[in-house]
DNA sequence: CCTTCAGGTTAACGACCGCTAACCTCCCTG
DNA sequence: CAGGGAGGTTAGCGGTCGTTAACCTGAAGG
């Protein structure tokens, strides 16, 4: 995988800062002004890139989804011999890479969902659905004991886990990317564990 | 505790269907006329019962978080003789009949806490402050290992999970109130248990 | 029986917001 | 060196939203 060094293109930096303001005031509370001042043009600006603040929320909350997703399956193939518990392992750590990285688009992803076109909720619905159910998967050949609606209940309650970095106080004040990501997953699999007695 | 058999006055028909429709489109997405439809009355008639829009989620916020506090308080109070692990057992169940009973206004109270005008957002800041630190404690007390900072970390965390059930499915589609109760329980303190070593 | 007032109603105002129209200005390319 | 498209600009339209104004009504109280 290439890893990319070039300037980020102007859709890029839009899509960005849209992201961290939405995710600051809500959909309805950002005007297309602000998004435009933040990127150093003026609202209608906007739309020589996007047909409209729609379509800038369609597309993040789309690859939001596509990305957690790609990523989740990636890592089920790669650790193909490994054992159940080395995969969860991998999943969760897939998964708070994420929630620590990209702060605002994990706010976004279950908070604006239905501000969506009926056909882009669908789709996004659809793939959020597929990464709960890869999960649930793997959580139940770990924990054989659990039920499905059981695993999937848990599965949900440790993504609202993971989820709470937004929470922890602004960006530098948390005790360290490191540690917090350390400490998000050991409650994560000790979480699971009482979930499977 | 006198409990309640009286009718509901209108003010309180107001402000939870006012909640239930904040929780489900956010504050800027909800008009005052559907919240006037919403108890048979139409939009400006709102305005014999709050100074306005904000005046209601100020209204809501500010009920949770003193809800919340003094709900700890009493338990924290109540427990005097208990060991630490037994109040933080309660801690755990109050926090989870909040989660279950008013789904709409956890979803609220960290979602909208922005829109509020800085003194009310002032005061539900400190109010739920004063609930983290008093889990911090009993958190502390039951697992010593944990430094402060680490101890706040978790303890957000534990809330992200709390907190995850408006994600759960709708309502009924649970596998059963006292069964997910038990199933949040038993996970958070998994969490806090894997979090102390 | 008249008054008062709580709790409604509809009409309308002003602000804001998403979006379009019309226009401008580089820069690339044949 | 034309010219054309990419990527901006400002002005302004149409709709929505929170709020106020003015008015109505039914029930309680002296």
């Known amino acids: 995988m290439a890893t990319r060094t070039d300037a980020p293109t102007r859709r890029e930096q839009i899509l960005k800062e849209a992201a961290r303001l939405f995710a ?3 959909f309805h ?11 150093g043009i003026s609202g209608p600006g906007l739309y020589r890139h996007f047909a409209g603040k729609d379509a800038m929320l369609a597309e993040l909350l789309v690859g939001i989804s596509e ?3 790609r990523g989740a399956k990636r ?13 969860l392992d991998s999943l969760i750590e897939g998964h708070i890479d994420f929630a620590l990285d990209d702060r605002p688009l994990i706010t976004l ?3 604006e969902l239905d501000r969506l ?29 659990l039920t499905e609606p059981t695993a999937r209940s848990a599965v949900h309650s440790v993504f609202g886990l993971l989820n709470s970095t937004p929470h922890l106080g602004r960006p530098g004040a948390l005790p360290g990317r ?20």
Chains 1, 2 share one sequence.
Request: charged letters at 30%.
């Open 24 to 26: 600051e005031r809500g």
């Open 117 to 145: 076109r009926d056909s882009d909720r669908k789709l996004v619905r659809q793939l959020q659905r597929q990464y709960v159910e890869l999960w649930v998967g793997v959580v139940r050949e770990v924990y054989p004991t």
């Open 75 to 87: 890592r089920l193939a790669e650790a193909d011999g490994s054992s159940a518990a080395d995969v």
């Open 29 to 39: 509370g950002v005007g297309v002004d602000e998004i435009g001042a933040a990127v």
């Open 67 to 69: 990305q957690l997703l």
């Open 109 to 111: 992803h279950d908070r």
């Open 178 to 197: 490191g540690v917090t990501a350390v400490l998000l997953h050991r409650m994560a699999r000790g979480a699971f564990g009482a979930a499977g007695e």
